[in-house]
């Protein structure tokens, strides 16, 4: 549904939305039980502000998204910060190498709730073709992942494609200020869930408490 402000000259301060259909069912739905929370995952579902994390090809992929011909504006995900304080959806795209984890942790860390996280490629997902000593496995073993992407680079339409089905997830959240950061850090693969792998150890010491 389209929503537009006054035109040019127009003080009112009222705001018109494009289609009449649209705002009787939406005007339907609020007075509805429930319609709190389907007006929050609304206005949550049109304004995902994305924090690219990228350290190789695949955020050139990413370029290629927010670029003109894909465009990410029109899904209401254009407002790409690096400021983890104003985002809520990571997009992590490229090889995590052990060093920088800690760096990728602490700024999920600094996201505000809600958030969401995309893994983009084979490398953020699994380590990619670099199974070596020095390359993280996986985000999801130190940050909780909500949608992969897979491919080596996928293609800028297939991480659209993960943003669009993120949306209809939070379209249908049925308790929108439920904080799940403790399910979250449950979810963690290799920390929590199957105990501490190797590479886990180095970075959160022996206990998975942190060093
Ligand atoms: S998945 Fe492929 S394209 Fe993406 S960062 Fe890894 S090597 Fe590069």
Redesign the pocket.
């Known amino acids: 549904m389209g929503v537009s402000a006054n035109p040019p000259g127009d003080p009112s301060g009222k705001v018109a939305v494009a289609k009449l259909e649209d705002a009787a069912r939406l005007a339907r739905e609020l007075k509805a039980p429930g319609g709190g929370a389907k007006f929050v995952n609304w206005a949550r579902k049109h304004s995902l502000w994305p924090i690219p994390f990228g350290t190789?090809?695949?955020a050139i992929e990413f370029m290629g998204m927010v670029g003109s011909s894909l465009d990410i504006s029109r899904f209401g995900a254009e407002f790409v910060r690096f400021t983890p304080r104003q985002c809520d959806l990571m997009i992590v795209?490229?090889?995590i190498v052990n060093k920088m984890a800690p760096v990728l942790k602490k700024i999920y860390d600094q996201m505000a709730e809600p958030k969401w996280v995309i893994s983009m490629?084979?490398?953020a997902s699994s380590g990619?073709?670099f199974n070596t000593y020095s390359v993280l496995q996986g985000i999801d073993r130190i940050i909780p992942v909500d949608y992969y992407v897979p491919g080596?680079?996928p293609r800028p339409e297939a991480v659209l494609y993960a943003i669009i089905e993120l949306q209809k997830r939070i379209s249908e959240d049925p308790d929108p200020l439920k904080s799940r950061e403790a399910m979250r850090e449950k979810w963690i693969r290799g920390i929590k869930g199957r105990g501490l792998t190797p590479k886990a150890k180095l970075l959160l010491g022996k206990d998975g408490q942190g060093k």
């Open positions: 190789a090809c695949c795209a490229g090889t490629g084979a490398c990619g073709m080596c680079p």
